[in-house]
């Protein structure tokens, strides 16, 4: 047979995958291990949401929507974007597609060309880079460390930038490491995108999430130069405690909204319509449950934040937003464990999880080696579980 793609044998399977089978190989053979690997919160979606999607079933409102989604979605999130971010959009910028991730990938597929360059701030979520890739462009990945709070500098970017640079990637709150960019870094990065005419691919997925009331600012909020460049993501995935329903959407300009919406429309056609109306009523209904949500989060991550701080060798800085937490893990490194060499951070939770049986992601992937990221989207009894085995794990060592 001919070998497979270029651009398909390039992907790589998410490390990460490895230590999720092992926990689900050891939970399905009954074993008592405790997950903090899962991005996803562990509510329930909301009661008015779930209604609003048998109501769509029960309403024959079962068949296509148009390829970006329909109309009232749409105004549904252009109210949404304007009540909690400022943001102006009508609804041929608003591109609805099969959640957050996929909008990333539509919004990779129409700015690059083969060999584009795209500037990513790391760390950052694992699936960023293959994404870059599958698109045909190259990966550039600029890292900030725990020293700069993990956000990059403006300096920074712009030092990466070469006549290839087609887009910088964004995440803010940030999946791994729940850093939240201020209006001033922000309006610093938008500067040097603007000079070097980047696109700027916002993802702002997690931006309900941010705690101590600190105020979150969307970069494509910062002035008509920078909006028109941007593509901001966001999606109901998070928020509002639907990662199953898989609805994201997209807001860029109508140019880069159609050529969106011309690949959905060769590909997955268009989104469940059924999840589409239950996003209709998460963005425009009651919002006291993202609230509810947010504050049982921010409990945890003081929780969660303390205790581990008060353990021996690992260390953290206490995250601003999203729902995890990077574990410092540097000083085992080189270290025995359980007569095991600690050679990184894939060493430590293979075995945290083998030993202490607490699954946790190592950040390697994410491109920060020496940290473990801790999801605290799930109870306060399994994050004292966790660190409870955390103790254990490092006390028998
Ligand atoms: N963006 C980031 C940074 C994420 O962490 C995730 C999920 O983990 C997504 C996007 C994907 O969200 P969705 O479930 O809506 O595809």
Request: with cysteine; proline share 5%.
């Amino acid at each position: 047979l001919k070998p497979i793609s270029k651009i398909a044998s390039r992907v790589q399977a998410s490390t990460t995958l490895v230590i999720d089978s092992m926990f689900k190989d050891m939970k399905a053979n009954g074993i008592d291990v405790v997950g903090f690997g899962a991005g996803e919160p562990d509510f329930p979606t909301p009661e008015h949401i779930k209604q609003a999607g048998i109501l769509a079933i029960e309403n024959n409102k079962t068949k296509y929507t148009p390829a970006s989604g329909l109309l009232e979605l749409k105004k549904a999130a252009c109210y949404r974007m304007r009540e909690d971010y400022g943001l102006e959009y009508r609804p041929e910028q608003i591109v609805v597609a099969s959640g957050a991730k996929h909008v990333v990938f539509l919004s990779l597929m129409v700015l690059c060309d083969p060999g584009d360059e795209v500037v990513i701030a790391a760390p950052y979520w694992v699936s960023y880079s293959e994404m870059v890739q599958q698109a045909g462009a190259i990966p550039v990945i600029v890292a900030a460390g725990q020293d700069q709070h993990f956000k990059i500098t403006a300096d920074q970017l712009e030092a990466a930038i070469t006549p290839k640079t087609k887009a910088f990637m964004l995440n803010s709150p940030s999946n791994p490491t729940g850093m939240v960019y201020t209006k001033e870094e922000l309006q610093a990065i938008a500067d040097v995108c603007i000079k070097h005419n980047l696109y700027v691919i916002a993802d702002d997925i997690y931006s309900n999430l941010v705690y101590d009331d600190l105020e979150y600012c969307s970069i494509a909020s910062l002035g008509e130069e920078i909006n028109r460049r941007c593509i901001v993501i966001n999606g109901v995935s998070k928020s509002y405690a639907m990662t199953g329903w898989r609805i994201g959407y997209a807001a860029a300009s109508p140019e880069i909204a159609r050529a969106m919406s011309n690949y959905v429309s060769h590909s997955t056609s268009a989104p469940s319509t059924i999840s589409q109306y239950a996003a209709i009523e998460a963005l425009n209904g009651p919002q006291e449950d993202i609230e509810y949500m947010r504050k049982a989060f921010q409990a945890r991550r003081d929780h969660l934040v303390e205790r581990m701080n008060k353990i021996e060798g690992v260390s953290c800085i206490k995250p601003q937003g999203a729902f995890y937490v990077m574990m410092d893990m540097h000083s085992f490194i080189g270290k025995e464990m359980y007569g095991q060499k600690i050679n990184d951070d894939n060493d430590f939770a293979k075995l945290f999880l083998e030993k202490g049986l607490v699954a946790t992601v190592p950040c390697t992937a994410f491109a920060a080696p020496g940290f473990i990221r801790w999801s605290y989207a799930t109870s306060m009894q399994e994050i004292d579980k966790g660190l409870d085995r955390l103790e254990e794990f490092i006390k028998n060592a």
